[in-house]
């Protein structure tokens, strides 16, 4: 039988020992994640919300457990080296990012901090992973990249616009992410037996000579190739397709819904970037980005602009409306 004496003792190791362990709860850690966005932040704010988000669903609290260390790129692209190095020097816990020109600074600035991709464009082609099964090195996420999508956004159009045989292709040669797509471009053109025009652009001032040469030549559409410089400045592209009434598909939703772009197939990147934040979850938790495989997209957007059909005089048969996820009236 415990003795006065001994019980005393224990109570008051007891007592000691509870305002410790609050303490010890008040004290939680918390995280650094590094934010290096592929272009301006000011217009992919959407985009690191759904990560946030996921982050909430996950159980983080900004300022609690977990705080983002935002370096965001607004003008000068040359100017990634220095922000990934900045991140590296605070210690970030995770650096999370976007797109080769994000991706490729990171990697180049840690070995050891891990790296999670929001969204990539054939990371094993740019070397950014070994393999999607196995990454290996300190970098893992989500990979854009897929031969099924070339070939519907090219079977979307051909559906959307009679008589369709030639198509431009508007991209960036100097991004790493899209000689590959053009590469499965032109293979899905072979197969439907539709011409490509390629319009090669390096710089946002290009663009409007880029739409002349498409007019010119006579193409009855146009695609736009996924990299950050085309997306960073869609609302422009918009408005040149509707100044030379070309019909257009875009990678990307925003540049439909919100920029008023005809038709958009591909990956969801809101989708990409809240489950990004399970992947900094896992890492926090101990995992290493070496054993976590690359995934893909899951959740694709379909969405077509009635309005901007109307004004290019173009009547979306009822089929692609059936399976459309979104219409604009």
Do not use: C
């Amino acid at each position: 039988m415990m003795t006065r004496r001994r019980f005393l003792r224990a109570l008051s190791v007891s007592f000691l020992a509870a305002p410790l362990a609050a303490e010890a709860q008040q004290a939680e850690r918390v995280y650094q994640i590094g934010v290096l966005p592929p272009g301006p932040i000011s217009t992919r704010v959407h985009l690191w919300d759904a990560f946030r988000q996921g982050l909430r669903e996950l159980g983080y609290v900004e300022g609690r457990n977990i705080a983002l260390v935002i370096r965001s790129p607004e003008q000068d692209r040359e100017s990634f080296p220095e922000l990934a190095a900045d991140l590296v020097r605070l210690k970030v816990d995770v650096i999370v990012t976007a797109g080769a020109p994000g991706i490729g600074a990171a990697q180049r600035a840690t070995r050891t901090i891990p790296i999670v991709m929001a969204a990539a464009i054939d990371p094993v082609g740019t070397r950014f992973v070994a393999s999607l099964a196995r990454p290996g090195g300190n970098i893992t996420g989500f990979d854009l990249l897929s031969a099924d999508i070339a070939g519907k956004r090219l079977q979307l159009l051909r559906e959307t616009v009679p008589g369709l045989s030639r198509v431009a292709v508007l991209w960036n040669p100097n991004a790493p992410e899209t000689p590959p797509q053009w590469k499965i471009t032109q293979a899905a053109a072979q197969a439907l037996g539709i011409q490509l025009q390629s319009l090669e652009v390096r710089r946002a001032d290009e663009f409007e000579s880029a739409f002349q040469i498409a007019t010119r030549k006579r193409a009855g559409a146009l695609i736009m190739l996924d990299d950050s410089l085309l997306y960073t400045h869609g609302a422009r592209i918009v408005d040149l397709a509707a100044k030379n009434r070309l019909p257009v598909m875009y990678g990307f939703r925003e540049h439909v819904v919100e920029a008023g772009g005809l038709m958009v197939y591909g990956a969801s990147l809101r989708d990409l970037y809240r489950r990004a934040a399970t992947y900094v979850d896992k890492i926090l938790k101990g995992a290493k980005p070496a054993d976590l495989p690359v995934e893909q997209p899951t959740k694709f957007d379909f969405v077509i602009n009635l309005r901007t059909a109307k004004a290019l005089g173009l009547t979306i048969p009822q089929s692609l409306l059936a399976r459309a996820d979104q219409i604009i009236e």
